[in-house]
């Protein structure tokens, strides 16, 4: 079989009793997916053979991490999302059967946790009769809500801190939930939906030189026997596992890590797709898919050439960043199965900007700069990375999986 991922309802739209919107990004089954993005599904099966160029290996949907929060520090496991810029996980008052399998946050047990009131005013102090503010979440098919909650938040294995903002969960999004590898969900976007107070990144990185205020990413192949892992390095970059020059893209107003492409390639070629203007894409490491616009899925599957048999060498798939070729093997978008293959492509809903997925970050290292604003992309060493790295303070080893 031939299966070709593209996209399904939104994840979620979330809204508080206050009227203050969010986009927050969990997953469900087996993909990942950006706020920006959608659950990938199966929308076309064929009978096919095995296609030329594929590799066994495991491809992970997830990677997941630890952060540290309150004093003293409590451990969660939570996936790090670019395009969402908040961290939601369960509270102690997440009594629903899902929530049991989950690490929870509990604030009682922190010296430095302040409850919050009110979104839009979390600097206002909580007197102890007021009422509280919930926010409620729509996401995985079934509703959540938490509350807010001020405390210290640290990656990395001696802490890399900073105060922020964040949500509680005291009702689960149902059943689903249970089946999840992580806790929860920290977003690494340039803003919140909320106020300012909300956003971890700015928390984590605001108030370190401009130089600091970066983080690096790194994604390894996989194997037949793992999904392999990687690295979230935060104020700094891992020079030894870049294995070229860095090629550098300003990212657009607003709070996504969102760029510029030239055009996009397939097999080395410029494809034309992108006009004179270029095309939007979004850096996400919250999706396990390399995503197209709606109008131009169909367009990039007729350039790939891949007949209903599953048996044509694909050819590479790429972007050109700042007039540089960023190419992707196809053995690294066509996973190879027992009865057939996979595409790990699917369709941005009805976006108009690509997402550049794990099939994408895991063949670049990946720089993100908050202070100038910008996303780099060099190769990724993946040998040198394989020989072991020396320990950093604000690095955080990402275990990839699939649920």
């Not at 997953?27 to 053979?49: D, I, N, P």
Request: charged residues 20%; glycine residues 12%.
């Amino acid at each position: 079989w031939l299966k070709v991922l593209g996209s399904s309802e939104p994840l979620h739209a979330a809204r508080s009793s206050v009227g203050m919107f969010s986009r927050i990004i969990v997953a469900q089954a087996c993909y990942l997916a950006s706020s920006v993005g959608f659950v990938g599904r199966v929308v076309h099966e064929v009978s096919s053979h095995m296609m030329g160029g594929t590799r066994h290996a495991k491809f992970a949907t997830q990677y997941v991490g630890l952060v540290h929060v309150g004093q003293p520090s409590q451990e969660l496991r939570v996936v790090f999302d670019t395009s969402s810029g908040q961290l939601i996980v369960p509270g102690s008052d997440c009594g629903d059967p899902s929530c049991v399998s989950h690490r929870k946050y509990l604030s009682k047990n922190s010296t430095s946790a302040v409850e919050i009131g009110w979104a839009d005013e979390p600097t206002t102090p909580l007197a102890a009769d007021d009422p509280r503010d919930t926010k409620s979440l729509t996401f995985l098919g079934g509703e959540a809500a938490g509350e807010f909650v001020r405390d210290q938040v640290c990656v990395g294995a001696e802490g890399f801190c900073g105060v922020a903002d964040f949500i509680a969960l005291k009702e689960s999004p149902g059943e689903g939930f249970s089946n999840l590898e992580f806790d929860g969900v920290l977003g690494l976007a340039l803003t919140s939906p909320d106020a300012n107070e909300f956003n971890v990144l700015s928390a984590l990185l605001g108030s370190k030189p401009p130089a600091s205020q970066v983080f690096g990413l790194y994604l390894s192949l996989g194997s037949t026997s793992s999904f392999g892992d990687g690295e979230l390095l935060f104020g700094g970059v891992r020079e030894e596992l870049l294995a070229s020059t860095v090629v550098w893209a300003n990212i657009s107003a607003g709070g996504l890590w969102e760029i510029r492409v030239d055009d996009v390639i397939v097999g080395g070629k410029p494809s034309n797709v992108c006009g004179d203007t270029g095309c939007k894409a979004v850096v996400d490491t919250g999706a396990s898919l390399l995503l197209a616009p709606g109008a131009l899925l169909a367009t990039l599957f007729e350039k790939l050439g891949i007949d209903d048999d599953c048996n044509t060498q694909a050819p590479s798939i790429g972007f050109i960043v700042d007039g540089q070729h960023l190419e992707i093997p196809s053995s690294e978008f066509v996973q190879q199965e027992e009865n057939g293959c996979k595409l790990l492509l699917g369709r941005a809903g009805g976006g108009s900007a690509w997402v550049l997925g794990y099939p994408f970050l895991r063949q670049f290292y990946t720089i993100f700069d908050m202070h100038k604003r910008r996303v780099g992309f060099a190769s990724a060493n993946h040998t040198r990375f394989a020989q072991g790295l020396e320990s950093r303070v604000a690095a955080v080893e990402l275990v990839g999986g699939s649920p």
